[in-house]
């Protein structure tokens, strides 16, 4: 082997290393959802089966957690979403008296650690008397997933032409009709990357969620209430399932894009 | 979708202004761009908008335009005042600097934009787009996207979404900035054509000079937010009223002196010359008078007349430039290279002659 050929693949193999670094904990889990565990714990691997996809709703509650947080995350990040862009289009087309806060104030979430904004909403619910459940759940969710949105909208925004909105308005169309027909078509990949992104941050949620759930168990709650006495492979499938829809929703606006951009 | 109809569509037809600029102004903070200015433009008419940058040419576009709001002033267009309305209430459509074509839609549908806001589909639809793309040569594009095309082609799409709304007014704000050279001086001449044949106003805004002079029938020459002069591009050559026009406009040699008659200038050196009355009318004290470079003969034999050392000279083919140091200042002389062998040597001596008729008489320079 000469040096030539380490030189030129040592980038190669350093970076396999490193994805598998990165993948190889999925791909457990992956492979143990089709484990046939003896003991109640899914940690050594006895045999193939494929009835815990069959049966994924076979442990008592798991149902209703996945749908449970599956509902939470498909609201609230619609919401956060739709918020979210609205703010982004503020905050990046007009000066205002406090522009900055606002800015700030945003970015405040993704850098909080979240066990603080868990403590601190639990706190907020407290005094205020609300019941913990559903509502507080959503309003966590939405909370924390509008930084998100907004900082991806923004991004789209910031090189956005404004001489387009210009020539909409100045070829007949009033502020709602040039919105809907130049300003929303070209931001929307952003806003629909915006919406998988909170709708993941959502779905597997446990700090803040676990301090304003109450009585509701969302799936990462049931997880870590299973957790303690038993790790049932259906926790594997479903995790796998949350992992392959949003892999997939991903590369799907990917492809999307760049046919968009080709035929473009 | 219900139609928005141009407010202005219901003005009488037979205002003999398209548009008029009555002491407008617009101040950004404490910045004035443009600085209380009026105007009339007639209609039909291709007009320059002139300046260097920052002279509030654009500015003035947009205010026309309705994107940019005036801090005083009325804009009136077919004799109504639009100043407060919005751009989508005004019966005027924008050629962009950058085009601003949608990405996102096809050359059609680009085009159509403007018709269907106002509620046309159908047949006349597809046969007004069709017009309006064969009219800028670009029929049978409709089906691309935007960035399928070449520049020259995005431009020729931008003129042709704007002109397919028959607007009173087409604005066009640099829109050959882009392009190069040679497709430059090939839109010019389009451009010209297609505003003959739809018979449109056109107001054009540029820094370049020759292009308007090439475009335009009036120009308009626009500094530090106010207008300079108006008038037909010979008109702006052969009498520039300012110094900022006399220099803007191609090269002037301008000459300090004193008024001393009804058609005479005494200059620096003691030298006098003649000058058309007209020039002088109004005028006391000091002046600058001026003659372009081309306008200067070799030689005696004319009215006015100036000798000095020639300091510098380039040949450029069709003609040789001269810089003569002369007791008046530095003159610039072109001479048609119509001999050969006629070349002058660096500090030869020359006399030079013009004839009054082709001087022009300009304020006198601040600080002199």
Redesign the interface.
């Known amino acids: 082997m000469s040096l030539a050929f380490v030189r030129r693949h040592v980038l190669t193999v350093w970076s396999l290393f490193f994805f598998g670094y990165l993948l190889l904990p999925i791909a457990v889990v992956a492979a143990f959802s089709f484990n046939q565990p003896r003991g109640r714990f899914n940690f050594t691997w006895e045999g193939f089966t494929w009835s815990n996809w069959t049966h994924w709703n076979a442990i008592p509650g798991i149902q209703s957690a996945v749908e449970l947080s599956l509902e939470i995350a498909l609201i609230a990040s619609i919401l956060a979403t739709g918020l979210g862009t609205l703010m982004a289009l503020a905050l990046v087309r007009y000066g205002f008296r406090g522009r900055a806060t606002t800015n700030f104030i945003v970015f405040l979430p993704l850098s909080t650690p979240e066990i603080v904004l868990g403590a601190s909403l639990l706190t907020l619910f407290l005094n205020f008397s609300t019941p913990l459940g559903f509502w507080t759940i959503l309003i966590a969710h939405v909370m924390f997933c509008v930084s998100f949105a907004v900082v991806t909208v923004k991004a789209r925004l910031v090189g956005f ?1 404004r ?2 909105e ?10 709602w ?1 040039t919105f809907r ?2 300003t929303l ?2 931001i929307a990949p952003a806003i629909l990357a915006a919406l998988l992104l909170c709708f993941a941050i959502s779905v597997d949620d446990f700090v803040v969620t676990y301090f304003v759930a109450g009585p509701r168990v969302t799936f990462p709650i049931f997880v870590w209430g299973a957790a303690r006495v038993a790790t049932p492979p259906q926790i594997n499938v479903i995790g796998i399932g949350f992992f392959v829809i949003a892999v997939t929703a991903m590369l799907a606006n990917v492809v999307l894009q760049n046919r968009r951009a080709q ?2 | ?1 219900t139609a ?1 109809t ?1 407010v202005a569509d219901g003005a009488p037809a037979t205002a003999e202004y398209d548009i008029r600029l009555i002491g407008l102004t617009k101040r950004f903070d404490d910045v004035v761009a443009v600085d209380n200015i009026s105007l009339d433009i007639d209609r039909g008419h291709f007009f320059a908008l002139l300046g260097p940058s920052g002279c509030g040419k654009t500015t003035t576009l947009r205010m026309i ?3 940019e709001e005036p801090s005083e002033g009325r804009i009136e267009l077919g004799g109504v005042d639009v100043a407060r309305l ?3 209430k005004r019966d ?3 050629v ?3 085009y ?5 839609l096809s050359i059609f549908e680009n085009v159509a ?2 018709l269907k ?2 509620g046309i589909k159908g047949g006349d639809l597809r046969k007004r787009v069709g017009d309006a793309l064969e009219l800028v040569g670009l029929a049978g594009l409709d089906r691309r ?4 095309l070449s520049g020259g082609q995005q431009q020729r799409i931008a003129l042709a ?2 002109l397919v ?1 028959r607007p009173r007014v087409l604005l066009l704000d640099e829109p050959l900035g882009a392009l190069d050279l040679k497709l430059r001086k090939e839109m010019q001449l389009e451009l010209k054509r297609i505003q003959h044949e739809v018979g449109i106003t056109f107001v054009h805004v540029t820094h370049d000079q020759e292009e308007a002079m090439t475009m335009a029938d009036r120009i308009v020459i626009m500094n530090g937010g106010h207008i300079e002069q108006v008038g037909e591009p010979s008109e702006l050559y052969e009498q520039p009223r300012t110094p900022f026009v006399a220099g803007f406009l191609g090269v002037s040699n301008l000459l300090s002196g004193t008024i001393v008659g009804d058609d005479r200038v005494k200059l620096q050196d003691g030298t006098e010359v003649r000058v058309p009355t007209a020039a002088l009318a109004g005028r006391q004290g000091n002046v600058q008078i001026g003659v372009r470079p081309e306008k200067l003969r070799i030689g005696g034999g004319e009215e006015n007349s100036l000798s000095g050392t020639v300091a510098e000279s380039a040949y450029i083919g069709v003609s040789t430039q001269y810089i003569l140091d002369t007791p008046a200042g530095p003159v610039t002389v072109y001479v048609q290279n119509d001999r050969l062998g006629a070349q002058v040597a660096n500090g030869e001596r020359l006399t030079l002659g013009w004839s009054p008729d082709c001087t022009f008489v300009v304020d006198a320079q601040e600080d002199t």
């Open positions: 032409d001489h387009l210009e020539a909409a308005m100045d070829l007949g169309a009033n502020e009709t027909k130049v078509p070209l035929r473009a | 979708m928005v141009p335009g309705g994107f919005p751009p989508y005027v459509n924008t962009f600097q950058s601003a074509l949608f990405p996102h934009f403007g806001r106002r996207k935007p960035r399928q979404r704007a709304n």
